[in-house]
């Protein structure tokens, strides 16, 4: 059958194509793809080609399709998945195979399994793994950005503390502790509080730290009720505006320092601020990913020796993870909408992806099935004179805070089409 996406031919070169998919194998599933968000991920394995470790040599013979946070519908199971998937189901899926010890993915390592297209085959490592599962919830986003939103959630579990003269790690962020999220009033930023605000193990403090004013006002106005709410004191300091950004972010603990500090930009001013303010035992989880591969930046080693100071990584969430945000989401708990500030078609995800750093706001949704420029939320009132379409859109999300929701997506599926 033929389908569209955007594929990786090489280096900076994404191409929306038309093409033939070969038909489905036994241990093989077609499905529908319905909604993609982008993510600075997909930007840099556009950029680098076949210099991304996710990537494959031969990109340039058979181009790799774009996109791994999507959700869509099944349209045809092979033989050996009928007794547990079926055509019309909705689905969610967990890209980080790490199948037999490879790094492969959608969206970087495979010719036709990807969530910038129409329609894509998930190959049989996917269903042996367990990573396609079943998705009932209403809206098709929150299945796409419960990837995402895995991250952040697997960030938080990923960290550990340590008591002194014992060796066992006790795993997840301290309980009650003070947590600081830097460089946190971007998308992924933003996913991290939400899930702070509402997980199971919460901070008692939770500064997020940016230097972009207009982005921590959005964050303020998303999360104040809600922290208050939960009873956690929501700190936000833009740290552009202090000569000693350490010494202000530690004056916010009594100068005791953060149990939990993470680092969501891979530059080395946010890795060394992060590590002047850790406290005792304080975890540094280094979220963002560098392109640069001799990345690096200066940690207080002192305070390592001393102060038990530690850190450490994560890159994507696993299975439980993404099951986490999306029964979080399903019991109204989480909205992973505070991370969207744009929607868009399948048209519009090439240039999106190419330019996504000099773009403001935060995730861009892309919808594959339709064409529709980027289209940045808050615009929709003004894109009402031209098209009135927008103004529905517009009236649906002003009901939502100004947020994505259920029923923008149910509007746009109607009344979009290619």
């Known amino acids: 059958m033929k389908a569209r996406a955007v594929r990786l031919h090489g280096a900076n070169d994404l191409r929306l194509d038309e093409f033939e998919l070969p038909a489905i ?15 600075m991920s997909t930007y840099k ?23 791994h946070e999507f959700a ?3 349209v045809q199971v092979g ?11 909705k689905f969610a899926q967990q890209p980080a195979l790490n199948y037999k010890g490879t790094m492969w993915s959608p969206g970087y390592s495979y010719e036709f399994f990807g969530g910038d297209a129409t329609y894509c085959i998930i190959p049989a490592e996917v269903m042996e793994l367990g990573c396609l599962m079943e998705y009932r919830g209403r809206a098709f986003y929150e299945a796409s950005l419960a990837e995402p939103m895995s991250c952040c959630i697997g960030a938080f579990h990923a960290c550990y503390h340590t008591r002194m003269g014992c060796y066992e790690h006790e ?3 301290m309980e009650g502790g003070r947590t600081a999220i830097l460089a946190g009033a971007g998308p ?14 919460r901070p008692g403090m939770l500064v997020v730290a940016d230097q972009d004013q207009a982005r921590l006002d959005r964050a303020r106005s998303l999360f104040s009720d809600q922290a208050r709410m939960a009873g956690i004191d929501l700190r936000l300091v833009n740290t552009a505006q202090s000569a000693d950004p350490a010494g202000a972010l530690r004056a916010l603990t009594g100068g005791a320092g953060f149990d939990d500090v993470f680092a969501f930009a891979p530059v080395s001013a946010v890795v060394e601020l992060s590590s002047a303010v850790l406290g005792r035992d304080g975890c540094l989880n280094f979220f963002a990913g560098p392109m640069d591969p001799a990345f690096s930046a200066r940690m207080n080693f002192y305070d390592v020796h001393y ?3 530690h850190i450490m990584g994560t890159t994507g969430g696993n299975t439980d993870d993404l099951m986490e945000s999306l029964d979080l989401s399903a019991r109204g708990l989480l909205d992973p909408a505070v991370m969207v500030t744009h929607i868009g078609g399948l048209d519009a995800a090439a240039e999106a992806t190419l330019r996504l750093p000099e773009l403001p706001g935060g995730k861009k949704l892309i919808y594959t099935q339709i064409d529709m420029p980027l289209t940045a939320i808050e615009d929709f009132p003004a894109k009402a004179a031209e098209d009135p379409r927008f103004g529905y859109l517009a009236d649906l999300c002003l009901a939502r805070r100004g947020l994505w929701c259920p029923e923008a997506e149910a509007y746009l599926l109607e009344h979009w089409t290619r």
């Open 72 to 74: 869509g519908e099944i």
């Open 25 to 39: 194998k036994e241990d093989e599933i077609l499905v529908k793809v319905i909604s993609d968000s982008i993510c």
């Open 79 to 89: 033989e050996k998945h009928r007794d547990r998937f079926r055509p019309g189901m």
């Open 307 to 309: 102060n038990a100071t």
């Open 45 to 67: 394995c556009a950029v680098l080609g076949t210099a991304h470790k996710r990537v494959h040599p031969d990109v340039a013979e058979h181009p790799a399709i774009m996109g």
């Open 171 to 173: 795993m997840g962020i």
């Open 188 to 201: 992924m930023g933003l996913g991290a509080v939400a899930y702070a605000l509402c997980c199971d193990r």
